[in-house]
């Protein structure tokens, strides 16, 4: 590694640690204090509010931070005459950039790989907190429809991955063929074990001396691939997910026949929403100035820290007209985001030509 390379490294990285630091105790601050009074009297539970609540403001303070951060490193170089002199020694716009670049990739794939984690339900577990239910999850007379089955669940438990009361319905065509019943089963190996089970099964050609085949299974396997943590985010009708229960319930649901333009847009929105800031790094940097002396410090902190909230509140408005099913995500993300960085790198190009 170049010695100008660690150097801006350690120099990008300090301030993205203390500007990272800065933000999430802020908003992790003032929701703890806003809530305090709400939160259950456990030493516990509020630490655990409180690390869900710094991952779920992470989503939001890591972007910005590697945008903040980039904006104080230039401040720092300028102002201490050493961009000049960077560029004084040989160095060329790639060798001060590109760094910082490859950090602020890094740092953004870190996050995506993390909201493939149980983490990405950080705000649901900090709002069960909130509301004394941590410890209880519970949803009730679930009723749908899987491929050639209607499934209706009595009692689901997602974290327990197990049901009770389960009244299986087979059909083919609109005739009912087949019924399982039984008063619990369990999610595992990617299957669904009834354990007791009553199935009646309907001939398929009735005539008078036809009738209703009754069998008993101790255990039964069925609905494979109808994972728990998927049917209660379809149940409630939730847009966060983790990106992989997301990616698997749009390919449920798909199937299905279902519209999947909210969870579409919900991973649009952590696979691609976050890439918005790397056009951001761009402009900054090509609005810095090599001299100190003409260097416009207070329109330079504006134009980057405004502007990167407004980029930000854009994208987060679209993404939330899209998570209420008013907009097709590919026109109200997808466009937009590629709009966003042909524009930016097309005012880059012209703006360092004229430099």
């Given at each position: 590694m170049r010695i100008l390379t660690k150097y801006i490294i350690e120099k990008y990285l300090k301030n993205f640690i203390i500007i990272l630091l800065s933000l999430e105790i802020f908003f992790v601050g003032i929701d703890f204090l806003q809530n305090f009074k709400s939160l259950p009297q456990s030493a516990n539970l509020q630490l655990l509010y409180i690390f869900y609540n710094g991952f779920f403001t992470l989503t939001l303070t890591l972007p910005l931070s590697i945008v903040f951060a980039w904006i104080t490193t230039l401040i720092?170089?300028?102002?201490?005459?050493?961009?000049?002199?960077?560029?004084?020694?040989?160095?060329?716009?790639?060798?001060?950039?590109?760094?910082?670049?490859?950090?602020?990739?890094?740092?953004?794939?870190?996050?995506?790989?993390?909201?493939?984690?149980?983490?990405?339900?950080?705000?649901?577990?900090?709002?069960?907190?909130?509301?004394?239910?941590?410890?209880?999850?519970?949803?009730?007379?679930?009723?749908?429809?899987?491929?050639?089955n209607f499934v209706y669940?009595?009692?689901?438990?997602?974290?327990?991955?197990?049901?009770?009361?389960?009244?299986?319905?087979?059909?083919?065509?609109?005739?009912?063929?087949?019924?399982?019943?039984?008063?619990?089963?369990?999610?595992?190996?990617?299957?669904?074990?009834?354990?007791?089970?009553?199935?009646?099964?309907?001939?398929?050609?009735?005539?008078?001396?036809s009738k209703l085949t009754i069998r008993y299974e101790k255990f039964l396997n069925t609905l494979d691939g109808f994972q728990p943590k998927i049917l209660d985010n379809v149940y409630e009708a939730r847009n966060e997910s983790s990106l992989l229960d997301a990616?698997?319930?749009?390919?449920?649901?798909?199937?299905?026949?279902?519209?999947?333009?909210?969870?579409?847009?919900?991973?649009?929105?952590?696979?691609?929403?976050?890439?918005?800031?790397?056009?951001?790094?761009?402009?900054?940097?090509?609005?810095?100035?090599?001299?100190?002396?003409?260097?416009?410090?207070?329109?330079?902190?504006?134009?980057?820290?405004?502007?990167?909230?407004?980029?930000?509140?854009?994208?987060f408005f679209l993404y939330k007209i899209t998570s209420s099913g008013v907009l097709n995500p590919e026109l109200s993300l997808l466009l937009p985001i590629a709009i966003w960085f042909t524009l930016a790198f097309y005012i880059y190009k012209i703006k360092i030509k004229t430099i």
């Open positions: 720092i170089l300028i102002k201490n005459n050493e961009y000049v002199a960077f560029y004084s020694l040989g160095a060329k716009k790639g060798d001060i950039f590109l760094p910082v670049l490859s950090l602020g990739l890094i740092f953004l794939f870190i996050l995506i790989v993390l909201q493939m984690t149980p983490l990405a339900y950080s705000y649901e577990q900090k709002k069960k907190i909130l509301e004394n239910e941590y410890f209880s999850s519970t949803k009730s007379d679930i009723f749908l429809k899987y491929n050639d669940f009595q009692k689901l438990f997602p974290l327990e991955k197990k049901a009770e009361n389960i009244h299986i319905f087979k059909i083919d065509g609109k005739d009912v063929i087949e019924t399982i019943v039984a008063q619990k089963a369990y999610f595992q190996n990617n299957k669904w074990y009834v354990v007791d089970a009553k199935v009646t099964t309907k001939p398929k050609d009735i005539d008078m001396n990616i698997n319930a749009m390919f449920l649901l798909e199937k299905q026949g279902v519209n999947t333009s909210k969870i579409r847009g919900n991973i649009y929105n952590q696979l691609f929403v976050p890439f918005f800031v790397i056009p951001i790094l761009f402009l900054v940097f090509a609005y810095s100035s090599l001299n100190s002396r003409f260097f416009r410090l207070g329109a330079f902190v504006s134009f980057g820290i405004f502007g990167t909230l407004i980029i930000w509140g854009i994208f």
